[in-house]
């Protein structure tokens, strides 16, 4: 039995969320309860079948590899779960978890629960599909359906600023889209495959050719608008605070993660290092990502809206993982890979902090927040965790990801870069502490003396995160070679062929 | 110059759409812009699994028996690309919905398609 699943697990924990937003329009319609059951059955399903791949994927070594149909590749489409696969999955069905429960209470003003939850369990099975899909249209498929969630989620509670933001997001997010799709066809014209590992065996024989950098520029085009890449980034700071909470910090965790992801595939298991390093197209990363983190920390320091305040802090901590992959040693993105654990959980907790003085308070606006900490204090603490993890301090769990970096930005010789990365931690803990202070210390406003701490279903995820925080960063080392792993995964290219191809 | 008249007009119907998304003020225009982007890439895709003189890819029987394997005798045109670009329609289909309705709930609470007068309606 368990010995099936296991076969089974990469193709479960895709269909599990899929069959949960199918399920959930036709038996939650009239009982709250199996609405909610069903929500929380999707990514805890998830959990569970990914985590009986803990054992082979990360102590063995291994790639599972899932044939769609029992076609052999390179012919039908193939899942492929590795290190850095499985390491992406957990994290984004463990947040996607931790989202629905902080929805319990959050949406429960909202009417139309039913889709809310519907869309949810899809734009969970987006993201799982492109972080498992060997196959690189499937890829683009996933992508859509991870947009097409997403858009609507944004747009869910169809305010004036709801509709313009999805409008502007799903604008853009289309052309990222299309952009990826070029690069696909290009591809595809080259080698005549789709299979990620058939194509990073068959892109060297073919040779040196204009074709493939040029496929490279419209990836790069497309999956940097998909993670807010300066300066395609301009859709960000309006969708992700116009979502409701639980989906902000779904988006700033998850959604945006899968931008890079699909880069670092791109360049590392399809191109492979050796073939991206002829063109200057690393340093071009590099350069962006750079921009990325010095864009959005200057423009996080001067928003008033808290939501937005954080928006632009993701653009910035984008930047570093951005900037990790475009140095491309081994220890830049196994720092990378960990930024993106991080970011993901100190984001999340960051924006679930802020959707608790949405929920009690109904404004954004930090100017007329303050005093909050003796109100709330485990929502202050939770803002003051996730800013000072987020801007790398000791002991919290953005320092070692964020050390891993500069060390891999001065070893490699871009001491500038590092130089540039340090100083924005700087300015990310200053904006940090001066917003933590507009908001929990201070004079409280007298129209706020009433507020109350967030319920205990909000608080929940919140507190999970807050140890989680803590816990990393206290014992990196264990997570810092989940890390490793992954690194060593998706580096990897000619074992990725192997164990792909036969 | 002739045989590749079908990517200048795939670059072409897709420069066409881009022109429309980032200059056109109205809803309306930039959602028909991204149709017309999508088209650009259907047709770039079509166009890469062309082969001249090719016939549909259907292999029947007969032709398999008498050449003897199933590797047919005439020309086909790569199946492949067909198959992707009909995923890419529907899925363009969707977006397209999608951006349909929400241009129109963003008419709904504004009162206007023009992008510039919902940024001014917007505080």
Redesign the interface.
């Known amino acids: 039995m368990i010995e099936g699943i296991v076969k089974q697990a990469p193709i479960l924990a895709i269909v599990i969320p899929l069959l949960m937003s199918t399920l959930i329009p036709l038996l939650g319609r009239k009982h709250t309860i199996i609405r909610n059951t069903l929500a929380f059955l999707g990514p805890l399903g998830s959990i569970a079948v990914l985590s009986l791949l803990i054992n082979p994927v990360f102590d063995g070594g291994q790639r599972i590899i899932y044939m769609l149909g029992g076609r052999i590749p390179p012919f039908g489409i193939n899942l492929v779960v590795d290190s850095l696969s499985l390491l992406l999955a957990i994290l984004a069905s463990g947040l996607t978890l931790l989202a629905v429960i902080y929805s319990y209470k959050y949406m429960k003003k909202y009417t139309g629960l039913v889709q809310y939850y519907a869309l949810v369990m899809l734009l969970m099975a987006g993201i799982l599909g492109i972080i498992l899909t060997g196959d690189l249209?499937n890829l683009f498929?996933f992508l859509?359906i991870m947009a097409?969630s997403a858009?609507?989620l944004v747009?869910f509670t169809?305010?004036?600023?709801q509709?313009?933001a999805?409008?502007k997001f799903?604008?853009l997010s289309?052309?990222g889209t299309?952009g990826v799709?070029?690069g696909i066809?290009l591809l595809?014209?080259m080698t005549g495959t789709?299979n990620m590992a058939d194509l990073a065996q068959r892109i060297p024989l073919v040779g040196q050719s204009p074709i493939f950098s040029f496929a490279l520029v419209f990836f790069l085009l497309g999956f940097g608008l998909k993670a807010a890449m300066v300066p395609l980034h301009s859709w960000l700071p309006d969708a992700h605070p116009a979502a409701p909470s639980p989906i902000s910090a779904l988006l700033s965790g998850v959604v945006i993660k899968t931008g890079v992801y699909g880069l670092a595939r791109v360049i590392f298991t399809i191109y492979g290092v050796s073939m991206v390093a002829i063109h200057p197209f690393l340093l071009a990363v590099l350069a962006l990502g750079v921009a990325t983190m010095v864009v959005g920390g200057l423009m996080a320091m001067v928003q008033v809206d808290i939501k937005r305040m954080l928006a632009f802090s993701s653009i910035s901590q984008m930047g570093y993982i951005l900037f990790g992959i475009g140095i491309a040693t081994g220890l830049a993105i196994t720092g990378a890979i960990f930024h993106v654990l991080n970011h993901a959980i100190m984001k999340a907790l960051l924006f679930m902090c802020a959707g608790v003085i949405v929920y009690r308070i109904g404004t954004r606006d930090m100017s007329k927040l303050g005093g909050l900490a003796k109100k709330m204090p485990v929502t202050a603490l939770g803002f003051l965790v996730g800013g000072l993890a987020i801007a790398g301090i000791p002991p919290f769990n953005g320092f070692w990801s964020k050390l891993m970096l500069y060390i891999a930005g001065f070893q490699s010789g871009n001491s500038l870069a590092a130089v540039v990365a340090i100083l924005m931690s700087v300015i990310t803990l200053g904006y940090f502490l001066r917003f933590f202070q507009q908001i929990f210390l201070g004079k409280l406003p007298k129209n706020l003396e009433e507020v109350k701490e967030a319920p205990l279903a909000m608080l929940l995820p919140i507190v999970i995160l807050i140890l989680l925080c803590i816990l990393i960063g206290l014992y990196p080392q264990v997570f810092m070679n989940l890390s490793q792993s992954a690194t060593n995964a998706v580096l990897d290219q000619t074992g990725y062929i192997r164990s792909v191809l036969g | 110059m002739i045989a590749n008249l079908n990517y200048v007009m795939a670059a072409a119907i897709f420069t066409v759409g881009l022109y429309a998304v980032l200059v056109k003020r109205d809803l309306i225009k930039i959602i028909i812009g991204i149709g017309f982007m999508e088209y650009g890439v259907n047709l770039f895709w079509i166009s890469l699994g062309y082969r001249t003189g090719g016939t549909a890819p259907i292999i029947t029987p007969g032709e398999v028996s008498h050449t003897a394997s199933w590797v047919p005798q005439t020309t086909l045109v790569d199946p492949i690309p067909q198959a992707l670009v009909l995923t890419a329609i529907v899925i363009g289909l969707g977006t397209t919905v999608l951006l349909i309705a929400i241009a129109v709930r963003a008419y709904q609470r504004y009162g206007t398609f023009d992008i510039q007068k919902m940024r001014e309606l917007k505080e």
């Open positions: 249209f498929v859509e097409i858009y609507a747009a169809t305010g004036k600023e509709v313009e999805a409008f799903q604008v289309t052309i299309l799709l070029i066809a595809y014209a789709l």
